[in-house]
């Protein structure tokens, strides 16, 4: 076994290590970061099953993996600093023309609430097109303190979507 391969099973059973942690306490999110890793975990659904937790763990070694040979590139939505050089502010904006919903289904709570804490990556709204649902997702850490669109109106691309106010001003 290289030494790659060591680093990847050890980081693999930290994140089950987390992943269980959360489990445990019934959390629905978890915060890690040591000074050279950090890891965000997020949970919206019901309870993973101990058999999802290995496979939970390889994804996210996956996307560190990644976001490493990338030099810490995330995609998902735009998201630009406010105008005034105010960088604990990101708007988040539509990347595609389409139907704006807060939620997964008419009867079901939002995705996110003004006031609400959200993680990088964390699912803000769904926009649709063409019969196909894009996630939105929080480009950085923060509260979320605008939902710019009304549930179920068209949007522009690059329409500002969330007001999102980062760590640094949180």
């Known amino acids: 076994m290289d030494e790659s391969t060591a680093a990847r099973e050890e980081r693999d059973r930290d994140i089950r ?78 990347p595609l023309v389409g139907t704006f919903y807060v939620s997964p289904s008419p009867d079901e709570e939002p995705f996110v609430k003004v006031g609400q804490e959200v993680l990088t990556g964390q699912t803000l709204a769904i926009v649709e097109a063409m019969k196909m649902m894009n996630e939105i997702t929080a480009p950085a850490p923060g509260i979320v303190t605008e939902v710019l669109a009304a549930n179920g109106a068209q949007v522009e691309y690059d329409q500002v979507l969330f007001r999102i106010a980062t760590q640094a001003s949180a």
């Open 17 to 94: 290590a987390l992943m269980a942690l959360m489990e445990e306490g019934d959390l629905s999110a978890l915060r890690f970061d040591d000074g050279n890793v950090k890891i965000e975990l997020e949970r919206n659904h019901g309870p993973l099953s101990q058999a999802a937790l290995p496979l939970m763990a390889e994804r996210v070694g996956r996307l560190l993996d990644a976001r490493s040979e990338h030099g810490d590139v995330t995609t998902g939505a735009q998201s630009v600093p406010v105008a005034g050089n105010d960088s604990s502010v990101a708007l988040v904006k539509s």
